[in-house]
């Protein structure tokens, strides 16, 4: 995901998002993995609310051979402005979000560290920006996702409603 300049109202705003999305962990099989399936809430078809003439779609398969695809574009006007192409992929070490803004290769990663029933949160402490990738399920049925430098920093955000057709 790539921030658009748009950022969340901050420490305040991310902490609430956060208690509002707490459910307790889950689904962890011995050997304290994940399992990709339970992740399978982020499949869908997603878009924002189109605000100032920018909108921007989210795409995920459902898991399945080990992984889910997805991809992500912001337009403006009549112009894409952003791109994203995303993977989420579930390997012996750990599940992990390997994102290719603007199809850059090679992906950047960033290991599954928390999941719940209603969010996940995906974390490379060395990557400079962002380091953690979240994303939760309200129970509107929306899709909330943020990208943030670390826990307690301010994030850019989407809100994702289900995409019309």
């Given amino acids: 995901m790539r921030a658009t300049g748009r950022w969340s109202p901050g420490i305040l705003g991310s902490v609430v998002f956060w208690l509002a999305m707490g459910s307790p962990a889950l689904s962890v099989e011995a050997g304290g993995v994940y399992k ?6 982020m499949a869908g078809d997603w878009q924002t609310a189109a ?4 909108q921007t779609d989210e795409h995920w398969t459902a898991p399945q051979g080990g992984a889910m ?6 337009v ?11 993977r989420i992929v579930e390997r012996a070490y750990g599940i992990y979000y390997v994102a290719h803004p603007g199809a850059r290769a090679p ?6 560290t928390r999941l719940t029933a209603t969010q996940a949160i ?6 400079d920006f962002p380091k953690r990738v ?16 670390g826990e307690g920093t301010r994030a850019p955000s989407w809100h994702y409603l289900p995409a019309k057709r």
């Fill in 122 to 127: 995906f974390e490379n402490p060395q990557h």
């Fill in 76 to 86: 403006a006007g009549d112009t894409m402005v952003e791109f994203e192409y995303l």
């Fill in 51 to 54: 605000s100032d003439h920018r």
């Fill in 107 to 112: 992906g950047t990663e960033f290991k599954l």
């Fill in 69 to 74: 695809l997805g991809m992500s574009r912001t």
């Fill in 134 to 149: 979240l994303y939760g399920r309200n129970s509107d049925g929306s899709l909330d996702a943020s990208i943030d430098g």
């Fill in 36 to 41: 990709l399936q339970d992740l399978a809430w």
